[in-house]
Every structure is written in C-alpha cells, then in structure tokens.
C-alpha cells in the first residue's frame, strides 16, 4: 500500500497566521493526491484535488502544492471556520489511503 | 443537491456481519462510483471499497476476503456487508460519493453510522 505521512500531528495557530500542513507518500503518486477538513461528529468535506485543484465552494484562502513526493495545504489567512483536523488521501493506486490527519487548534 | 444517508444496526456481535445501506438522493447512483469508508480512533480513515452501477467492485486487500458491496439502482441505493466481524471493525462507516469517475474524490459524503461490535 501507498504510504502518506502528513506533518505536523497539530498545529496551534492564530486568526489571521499562515498554515501549512505537508503530506509526503511513499513512493510516486503523479498529483493523485486531496486534502479534507473534518470537524468533530462530522464528515471530511473535500477542499483539493488532483493537488491543487481547489473544489467548487472552497475559500480561495485554501490552496494546495505538489514537489515530487511531497504535497502541501497552505491556509493563507486562518479564519474561525478553519479550526479543524485536516487529511490528505492519495487516489494514484488501490487502495486509496488517508494520512493520519492534522490537527489545526487555537494559540 | 446530492445527499447520502446510512442505515444499519448500530451494535453488531462479533463473529456475526455487519449490514448497512447508503441511500442516494438528488442524484442518480447510475452516474458515480459509490464507496465506503470507515473511520477509527485506531486505523483512522480507511477505504474500504467501492461499486459502480453496472455491480463492478474494487475493495481494499485488507478487507478483501470479508467485504461484499452491492447495488440497487431502481431503489438508488448501495450496500456494504463485513462478516466475521470483530472489536477491530468497531468505527464509524461513511458512504461517499467518487465524483471523479473512479479517480478517488470523494465530494459527498453521509453523515456516517457508528457500528460497535461488542457481545
């Protein structure tokens, strides 16, 4: 199975700070790659896809990055909404994986 | 808008199999792939499979050999059967949505079904 390793486990943050959260797989996944929030007793919503894509409805202060095997979700400004664990999925090859998630707490 | 729901026992006893159904409204479920995942405190978010409308399935290897995904496309419905269950299985199972044809997006999602499999 394909690894993905997200970092860091959480994140204490302030309204207003950069975030950034990476996601690193085992080996190469092309951009087949998408990050999800989950909020408690909720669903993933999806944000990203295929990288960078960012999905229909979501902030544009959400972006995502690709660099070989290494992906980042940048929050560029942290809103109150964004309080929330985040995941990163591969789609390259079966079966799909998950990271471990991210947690984005309050400073 | 395109909604999913779960259905099912809430307590399963183990060695027995677990059943649940998704059902998909404000979209038609010959149009998708259609898939479950589960979520543990342990295992985190893990797929276990997905079916398409014409019945062909992908399952995760892991789960394999315990997993059956079907189909009922008049009813627009999905199902998921895990036998020989155990305390491991406990989680809370979600439907999903592939909104891109088979490439893993999942961009609806149900609200999920807890499933506790205890004696």
């Known amino acids: 199975d394909i690894q993905v390793t997200q970092s860091p486990s959480s994140v204490s943050a302030s309204l207003g700070d950069r975030v950034t959260i990476t996601c690193r797989a085992s080996q190469n996944i092309g951009a087949w790659l998408a990050w999800y929030q989950q909020k408690p007793g909720k669903p993933p919503k999806l944000l990203i896809f295929?990288?960078?894509r960012l999905e229909s409805g979501v902030p544009s202060r959400f972006s995502g990055s690709r660099s070989g095997t290494d992906f980042t979700l940048t929050i560029s400004s942290l809103q109150p909404d964004d309080f929330a664990t985040y995941y990163c999925q591969q789609a390259n090859s079966f079966p799909w994986t998950f990271g471990q998630g991210t947690k984005v707490e309050v400073k | 808008q395109v909604q999913l729901q779960e259905s099912g026992p809430g307590l399963v006893k183990p060695s027995e199999t677990l059943s649940l159904t998704c059902t998909v409204s404000g979209d038609s479920i010959t149009n998708y792939h259609w898939s479950w995942i589960r979520q543990s405190p342990g295992k985190g978010l893990e797929w276990i499979g997905y079916?398409?409308?014409?019945?062909?399935?992908t399952y995760n290897p892991s789960l394999k050999s315990r997993v059956t995904i079907s189909v009922d496309t008049p009813k627009n419905q999905f199902f998921l059967r895990l036998s020989s269950v155990t305390a491991a299985d406990t989680a809370v199972y979600y439907c999903?949505?592939?909104?891109?044809?088979?490439?893993?997006?999942?961009?609806?999602w149900g609200q999920g079904t807890l499933v506790t499999v205890s004696s």
């Open positions: 079916i398409y409308y014409s019945g062909t399935t």
């Open positions: 999903a949505r592939d909104g891109s044809g088979g490439y893993g997006k999942f961009d609806y």
């Open positions: 295929a990288a960078f």
